[in-house]
């Protein structure tokens, strides 16, 4: 599928360039080539702008902030100070990075509508500063900004202008789809989709959210530079809240997952606002634009950019998404755990929600390389129990140790790192990527391809991709579900979706695997092969713990069997002793 | 007459079938068990009853009334109600506005009568009436699932895995009560996984594989067939040859062989 993929976005970039390149020499009149610069120097910033809303969701609807920013560094520097246009654009993006970098951390703690409100008032909150300075010439702004140069070089003809502002165009979609083709780009979608599964496979879901702001601002920078050296002047209202809500719009017109969408939809809106406003009736872009918007919601959610690909690949006659290629080798899972290091120990671990005792003084082990069962009543605290070993919530007393190492105040991400995986009683899968994909993030710690090497798409970023990719399919034979690769996860039963989450999270290689209720959903063949599976995972040397109300899996694979009931240790030992126990009989067996 | 009629039904999503050829009847006062492996197309079935997977061939007839185009509102006031798969309960109401919700197509002077009796057929959710139904516990909350679908005063329950998630003796609870229901004159037809459990106390089962009805018969029928247990049931559980009995020597061999790896050393020191 990647091969088809990357063979369409060949073609797009090809067609991509064509366009930029030929249409300056169709519409060569002047006033038409300052249309292509406007729409381009917006598309440099909306490129950004698709990789933070679409890609990692989030409203971070305030982004024209950094548009300011971009713009008056660039209109100071060089009517003020007598920096070079290239220069300043430079350390005006460099600038807006470092701001955006400050922020990010606290700001992209809140989520959706709150996050959107935040990052408005900030944009609001810095025009208003900056509408009060005499430096920056207070509501009028700083007139007499120069031509754009390259260099020294001024660009007085307005044909090099477009192609230069293009060419950024271009810089910020190469950046955007290597982001977007590789395991960062992975992680954004599965932040996207779940953050605590993302954290459950080792995605450091602080630390993307924050470079993509970064990597935003400094497209949405760059954007503002362009635009104040095209429209030769920069004030506090260039880039307002009605600038912001055009992004958005603009955005969503040209597909808002899609980085071509977000050039899209910029040179939609710059057209329209330029027809809108040569039929005399200026600002009614916002109105045009709004019911376009809502149009194509309804029509085609995808956008403009999702029409288009839709349309090509029609043409092109619809390829067969074959994942897998060829016969596979036998399942190579194996000597990847370290053997025998995953032992798991709580003491006195307590949780309580309100005046609700969760888990109360709960102390047991999971002794490396055991299979370890944790069984109770529905609500007895089993899964609380696993989010307060994986680090989803914190304790409120005792301690957690791995490995002999106190494990009971890192973060889940940390957590995992160090080799515990899980999957979830509620499926946590992730909705937007294929099942491939999926597995391929629970291998995200054993990659290391940084923000840097992805977006200039070095060798060493390829080569490591293709390894997660055989892991993963490695990882997918081995539950059994290798044919399902290149589906989406709602496309399979649930019973498969349960093995799409023990296949993430064996390709995490993890020495400790918490499976919470695996059985469940599963018809009597399928627990049984369940059981298979779970035999040969313990059998690589990776340490179980186990909740499952499937009795008969609990007692034929366990070697040493907690209860819990209340919150609280009922009973613990080996099997056939619980079983008889007559606390376990009466509060969870019956009979 | 059959209360529920399917006559050689296809269906599936876009373009891709799920079943075919499918025909099976539940009588009024069953209860009927269907039975299948993942993506065997059970709950593909259930949404094609109730009109939410569309119709490709074939027909189905509900109280001798035929349900293609018919919306699936009108299906639940002709009195067959889903109980869907993973409960799907409104998670941030609260109990009592879930069982509301069940009532939707019922008049509105119904409602408490209904609401009653469904809380003295449960007594603990009528203790948990304030409570969001998202905090209880996971047998509560398939009880919540069939109370607020008996609110729609149905004639004949979809119960789609209702033992899901379940603790041992809730899995019982929750048999009970359907074996109850009947005895109110609701008929049920249940898709479980836990098949030997739902055939011991349904009337008659239809297995499905691959989309297609593969075998049925009397629920004795199908437990006592030795061929039926071994493809469908997972095999007999008789005395050493239990599912349990199995794992444990398949763990065994392993763990014997070359399962060294395993660290016996941790494991004995685990045993008391």
């Not at chain 1, 997952?257 to 809108?276: H, K, N, P």
């Not at chain 1, 293709?466 to 290798?482: D, K, M, S």
Request: hydrophobic fraction near 50%; glycine fraction near 12%.
């Amino acid at each position: 599928m990647g091969q088809v993929l990357r063979g369409q976005q060949g073609a797009a970039m090809a067609a991509f360039v064509a366009i930029v390149a030929a249409y300056p020499l169709i519409f060569s009149n002047a006033y038409l080539i300052g249309v292509g610069i406007a729409a381009g120097a917006m598309a440099a910033g909306t490129v950004g702008f698709v990789l933070l809303i679409g890609y990692a969701h989030q409203l971070a609807l305030g982004q024209a902030a950094f548009c300011i920013v971009g713009g008056y560094v660039s209109a100071l520097a060089t009517t003020r100070w007598g920096w070079d246009p290239l220069v300043a654009l430079i350390a005006g993006a460099l600038l807006a990075m470092l701001l955006a970098y400050a922020i990010g951390k606290p700001i992209l703690k809140l989520r959706g509508f709150i996050l959107a409100m935040a990052s408005l008032a900030l944009q609001l909150l810095l025009i208003a500063v900056l509408q009060e300075q005499e430096y920056t010439g207070k509501a009028l702004g700083i007139p007499g900004v120069p031509k754009f140069g390259v260099f020294g070089i001024r660009l007085d003809s307005d044909l090099a202008f477009y192609y230069v502002t293009w060419a950024f165009v271009l810089a910020a979609i190469v950046v955007g789809l290597n982001i977007n083709a590789s395991r960062v780009g992975r992680a954004l979608k599965a932040i996207a989709s779940s953050e605590m599964a993302a954290s459950s496979v080792g995605i450091d879901v602080t630390r993307h959210k924050v470079q993509m702001f970064v990597i935003s601002a400094g497209m949405a920078s760059i954007s503002g530079s362009l635009t104040v050296h095209y429209l030769r002047v920069m004030g506090p209202h260039i880039f307002d809240f009605a600038y912001s809500l055009n992004i958005v719009t603009a955005v969503i017109a040209g597909g808002l997952m899609s980085i071509w969408g977000g050039a899209l939809g910029a040179s939609i809106f710059i057209a329209i606002r330029e027809i809108v406003r040569n039929a005399g009736i200026p600002y009614l872009e916002s109105i045009v634009m709004g019911v376009l918007t809502c149009f194509v919601l309804i029509a085609f959610p995808r956008g403009f950019a999702g029409l288009v690909a839709g349309a090509a690949r029609r043409l092109a006659g619809a390829p067969a998404a074959s994942a897998a290629a060829g016969a596979s080798p036998a399942p190579r899972v194996e000597a990847e755990a370290a053997p025998a290091a995953g032992a798991l120990t709580l003491s006195g671990v307590s949780k309580s929600f309100g005046n609700l005792r969760a888990v109360s003084d709960v102390g047991f082990a999971a002794p490396a390389g055991a299979i370890t069962a944790l069984i109770g009543p529905n609500g007895a605290g089993k899964t609380t129990l696993f989010n307060l070993v994986c680090g989803f919530q914190p304790l409120d007393g005792g301690a957690v140790a791995f490995a002999g190492r106190d494990i009971g105040t890192l973060l889940p991400n940390e957590i995992a790192a160090l080799g515990i995986g899980r999957t979830f009683q509620n499926l946590q899968l992730f909705g937007n990527l294929t099942v491939l994909e999926n597995v391929m993030c629970g291998a995200h710690r054993h990659t290391a391809a940084g923000i840097l090497e992805v977006s200039a798409r070095l060798p060493s970023v390829g080569r490591e991709e293709a390894a997660t990719r055989a892991r993963a399919l490695e990882c997918l034979r081995f539950v059994g579900l290798e044919a399902a690769a290149g589906r989406y996860p709602s496309e399979l039963p649930f019973g498969h979706q349960r093995l799409v989450e023990i296949a993430r999270a064996l390709a995490l290689k993890p020495a400790l695997l918490l499976m919470d209720e695996p059985a469940s959903g599963l018809n009597d063949t399928e627990t049984e092969r369940l059981a298979d599976l779970i035999l040969a995972i313990n059998r690589l040397g990776v340490t179980i713990l186990l909740i499952e109300h499937d009795i008969r899996l609990v007692m034929g694979v366990a070697d040493h069997v907690v209860v819990l009931h209340h919150g609280e240790k009922i009973a613990e030992g080996p099997p056939d002793e619980v079983r008889r126990d007559p606390q376990v009989v009466s509060a969870y067996l019956g009979q | 007459m059959a209360l529920l009629e399917l006559r050689s039904v296809t269906s599936g999503y876009g373009r891709s079938v799920v079943l075919r050829d499918v025909s099976l009847d539940v009588k009024a006062g069953e209860i009927v068990a269907l039975i299948g492996a993942n993506g065997a197309g059970k709950s593909t079935l259930l949404n094609t009853i109730m009109g939410v997977v569309p119709l490709m061939g074939g027909a189905v007839a509900f109280d001798g009334r035929p349900l293609a185009r018919i919306a699936t509102p009108a299906i639940v006031r002709a009195g067959l109600v889903q109980v869907p798969e993973r409960r799907q309960l409104f998670g941030t109401m609260t109990v009592e506005e879930n069982l509301r919700m069940g009532a939707y197509v019922r008049e509105r002077g119904e409602v408490s009568a209904l609401l009653e009796s469904q809380y003295a057929l449960f007594p603990i959710l009528r203790e948990r009436r304030g409570q969001a139904a998202q905090t209880l516990s996971g047998g509560q909350q398939q009880m919540v699932a069939i109370a607020r679908a008996l609110m729609a005063k149905p004639k004949m329950l979809l119960l789609d895995e209702p033992s899901l998630g379940l603790a041992p003796l809730i899995v019982q609870q929750i048999v009970d009560l359907i074996v109850a229901l009947r005895g109110r004159g609701v008929t049920s037809l249940v898709v479980e996984q836990n098949a030997k459990v739902a055939l011991a106390h349904a009337d008659r089962g239809y297995v499905i594989e691959t989309g297609r009805i593969a075998t049925s018969g009397t629920a004795e029928a199908l437990l006592g067939d030795a061929a039926v247990l071994e493809a469908y049931l997972g095999g007999a559980d008789v005395g050493s040859n239990s599912m349990e009995e199995r794992i444990r020597a398949k763990k065994l061999a392993m763990r014997g062989d070359s399962g060294q790896k395993a660290g016996p050393q941790t494991i004995r020191g685990s045993r008391p």
